[in-house]
T-cell receptor, first 116, second 116 residues
Framework: AQKVTQAQTEISVVEKEDVTLDCVYE???????LFWYKQPPSGELVFLIR??????QNEISGRYSWNFQKSTSSFNFTITASQVVDSAVYFC?????????????FGAGTTVTVRA | DTEVTQTPKHLVMGMTNKKSLKCEQH?????MYWYKQKAKKPPELMFV???????INESVPSRFSPECPNSSLLNLHLHALQPEDSALYLC???????????????FGPGTRLTVL
């Protein structure tokens, strides 16, 4: 079963628009970690954020913000005032503590295109 | 410093060639990973080394042979590959100082491999 679902395959916006990427996860573990990574065309996966299951506080980092809601098993990501440099594939991922298997369950990814 | 380096950036090889991919990190991380990523897909885990010992082999064909000479280096030896093995190969590392499997994974820029 898919543990992480990113329902949006592609999103295209004009510069300065806000864009929200959805991530829904599924786990029976009580201790788990959620991640967002950015993959620009160059290929490198860039780590953006790590959140543990006990910390539902939303987080803001510059133009990026994250909304973690355990009640809906969602960990959504918003880019405010998007820029062309934000164009990339964004992956949401889940790591479960009790599996102890080092695995990151990735979502399928959402391709964001920001047009000038 | 969260840098993972990989060489070469690009590699073209024939099906009878033997080549190696190299990955290096100097963050003192004790877990290192190889991933394979096909176009428009999320990364797929291949191997995990923890404290320089192979912890996980995700049923990878024997034409891929990993090696961890020391805590900073990870190699992937390639032999008799098939055209379908063409992909982006990503290396990652994580702290894992207590053997924990859920620490943030930091990725290198990848090697784009083409098998002719």
């Amino acid at each position: 079963a898919q543990k992480v679902t990113q329902a949006q395959t592609e999103i295209s916006v004009v510069e300065k628009e806000d864009v929200t990427l959805d991530c829904v996860y599924e786990t029976r573990d009580t201790t788990y970690y959620l991640f967002w990574y950015k993959q620009p065309p160059s290929g490198e996966l860039v780590f953006l954020i790590r959140r543990n299951s006990f910390d539902e506080q939303n987080e803001i980092s510059g133009r990026y913000s994250w909304n973690f809601q355990k009640s809906t098993s969602s960990f959504n990501f918003t880019i405010t005032a998007s820029q062309v440099v934000d164009s990339a594939v964004y992956f949401c991922a889940l790591s479960e503590a009790h599996s102890n298997d080092y695995k990151l369950s990735f979502g399928a990814g959402t391709t964001v295109t920001v047009r000038a | 410093d969260t840098e993972v380096t990989q060489t070469p950036k690009h590699l073209v090889m024939g099906m009878t060639n033997k080549k190696s991919l190299k990955c290096e990190q100097h963050m003192g991380h004790r877990a290192m990973y190889w991933y394979k990523q096909k176009a428009k897909k999320p990364p797929e885990l291949m191997f995990v080394y923890s404290y320089e010992k192979l912890s996980i082999n995700e049923s990878v064909p024997s034409r891929f042979s990993p090696e961890c000479p020391n805590s900073s280096l990870l190699n992937l030896h390639l032999h008799a590959l098939q055209p379908e093995d063409s992909a982006l190969y990503l290396c990652a590392s994580s702290q894992s100082h207590a053997g924990t499997s859920t620490d943030t994974q930091y990725f290198g820029p990848g090697t784009r491999l083409t098998v002719l």
